[in-house]
């Protein structure tokens, strides 16, 4: 049966569910067709438009048809350390389910058996306690053995990765994802990112992070066409009848931005289910534009 929840029919922040993606088909077949023929793609724009849905949607996609992601959120921290686990745990868990399901040709997962030729524990605590210590380029060169191990394409996909540019070992980082990725074919690199200092100067000066990926710009807006026809379904999905003046509402008030768009409809969905009506009026519409703009502001001040 249909999940009808608002929460899911309606997701205001994070991604969207691949399956509930209004418009963007575009921007995603691009990246999924720049995937294929090994081009690596920085997707940049300002927050809250929909980036990493737009690559969720890619990954997905991809996934579909054999190609193994690993995706990771670059984590905000001081250091590399965490990002570095969160890379040998992904791998690892990938290799052992492919293990596990019969798909490889060794019997021992590769990236076990990597890391421990390598003397690299899968809990790098001990050596993130002596700075130095981390195999930085071993741990990111993982996607090449997983790649190697399925005799598949790899996708590596590093959510907000300006977050590592602040990294105190952020510029080494950086610059072994180039050295590592730059002539690769077998493992395509797959960046978002919203801070448009941070990414000029990873793009820019040394790691010339530029010379790894092409960059492609997202659109902040999606057109009030495409939001007309996805948002009449969705509130249909949800078993509510949205009047035509309250859906222009919507539209205006969203001038074609995701976040606030959705964000608005999202609120019109909950206030006819708290009246247990099954119409949304522009009247309630209204209700629901000046909650979300309230919703908002307090967002912008976070
Ligand atoms: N294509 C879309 N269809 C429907 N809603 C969308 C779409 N893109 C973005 N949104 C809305 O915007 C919100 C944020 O999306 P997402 O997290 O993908 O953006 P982002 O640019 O990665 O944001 P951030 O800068 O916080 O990382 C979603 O939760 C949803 O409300
Ligand atoms: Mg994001």
Known sequence: MMD??????????????????????????EIVRRSREAIHTMLTGPRRIGKTTVCAAVCEQLRRDGTVVVDIEVPERTDAKDLLQLVVDR??????????????????????????????????????????????????????????????????????????ADYADGEQ?????????????KVVV??????ERALDGMLGAPPQFGKLVDRLILDPR?????????????????????QPEALEQLIDFGEGRPYPTMTAARYAALGARKLGSATVEAFDVQMAIDEARRHLAEDDHA
């Open 91 to 164: 791998c690892n868990r990938i290799s052992r389910s492919a293990a596990t399901r019969g798909l490889l040709r060794v019997a021992l997962p590769l990236i076990e058996q990597t890391l421990a030729d390598q003397g690299i524990p899968l809990d790098l605590g001990p050596l993130a306690a002596q700075p130095g210590l981390l195999p930085t380029r071993k741990i990111l060169a993982l996607p090449l053995a997983l790649a190697e191990e399925r005799d598949r394409p790899v996708v590596l996909f590093l959510d907000e990765l300006q977050r590592a």
């Open 173 to 185: 980082l950086l610059g072994d994802l180039v050295d590592l990725y730059s002539g690769s074919t």
């Open 222 to 242: 999606i057109s009030a066409d495409i939001w007309r026809a996805g948002l009449a379904e969705r509130f249909v999905q949800a078993d509510l009848e949205l």
């Open 4 to 29: 009808d929840r608002i929460g899911r029919l309606f997701p205001a922040g994070g991604p969207v569910p691949a399956d509930l993606v209004i418009g963007r088909t575009g921007d995603i077949e």
């Open 190 to 195: 797959l960046v978002d990112g919203s801070d």
